[in-house]
């Protein structure tokens, strides 16, 4: 099993629908979180960033991370085609040295005009 | 423009011909890491460095090398390349102090190895 699961997708909405983008885990040791955005041929770019528990927002999107069920989310609000890419949530149990990043395999997101 | 930036972006290769890739940064950031993105599996971390002449294995450090003797730069050698290690790579960097995690990818450079 996965450290990290997440739906491939792809996942195919109609502009302006609110959109849900899931990630599970096993390891509760994970403290950090981030949400990436990859859009094709390019890196994937820092999106969301939580610390432990609770809700994070800023502008359209927003994260939340539920650590008792090692659950998180990320939300778009209003999504535009522009939103269109690979969203790759990615985690940390903060071990200040190696700073490895266990990432999803990432949730392929389709937004239709 | 605050960036890391790779280069070649696209390379083509045969088995057990060296290779170099290298990764920069202008952010004056002190820690630094590779990646590589298969299908399915992901982003996995290759090695990192903490800092100049600082580094470390990641999970899948098997056929690579790395060094770090300047702060900006980062380079990846592949001693002798092997078909298995064609794949998208992925340079990253992130500061260091105040617990900071968030870490910021170059553009990737897409290795094929025949």
């Known amino acids: 099993q996965k450290e990290v699961e997440q739906d491939p997708g792809p996942l195919s909405v109609p502009e302006g629908a609110i959109v849900s983008l899931n990630c599970t885990y096993s390891?509760?040791?994970?403290?950090?979180f981030m949400w990436y955005r990859q859009y094709s041929r390019k890196g994937p770019e820092l999106l969301m960033y939580?610390?432990?528990?609770g809700n994070k927002e800023d502008g359209r999107f927003t994260a939340q991370v539920d650590k008792s069920s090692k659950y998180i989310s990320l939300f778009i609000r209003d999504s535009q085609p522009s939103d269109s890419a690979t969203y790759l949530c990615?985690?940390?149990?903060?071990?200040?040295?190696?700073?490895?990043?266990?990432f999803g395999s990432g949730t392929r997101l389709q937004v239709q005009p | 423009e605050a960036q890391v930036t790779q280069n070649p972006r696209y390379l083509i290769t045969v088995t057990g011909k060296k290779l170099t890739v290298t990764c920069s940064q202008n952010?004056?950031?002190?820690?630094m890491s590779w990646y590589r993105q298969d299908p399915g599996l992901g982003l996995r971390q290759i090695y990192y460095?903490?800092?100049?002449?600082?580094?470390d294995k990641g999970d899948v450090p098997e056929g690579y090398k790395v060094s770090r003797k300047e702060k900006r730069n980062f380079p990846l050698i592949l001693e002798s390349p092997s078909p298995n290690q064609t794949s998208l790579y992925f340079c990253?960097?992130?500061?260091?102090?105040?617990?900071?995690?968030?870490?910021?990818f170059g553009p990737g450079t897409r290795l094929t190895v025949t």
């Open positions: 460095s903490m800092n100049v002449e600082v580094t």
């Open positions: 390891n509760s040791a994970f403290q950090y």
């Open positions: 952010m004056n950031h002190e820690y």
């Open positions: 990615a985690m940390s149990a903060g071990d200040t040295g190696r700073r490895a990043l266990t």
């Open positions: 990253a960097s992130s500061r260091r102090e105040g617990g900071s995690y968030e870490q910021y």
């Open positions: 939580t610390y432990s528990s």
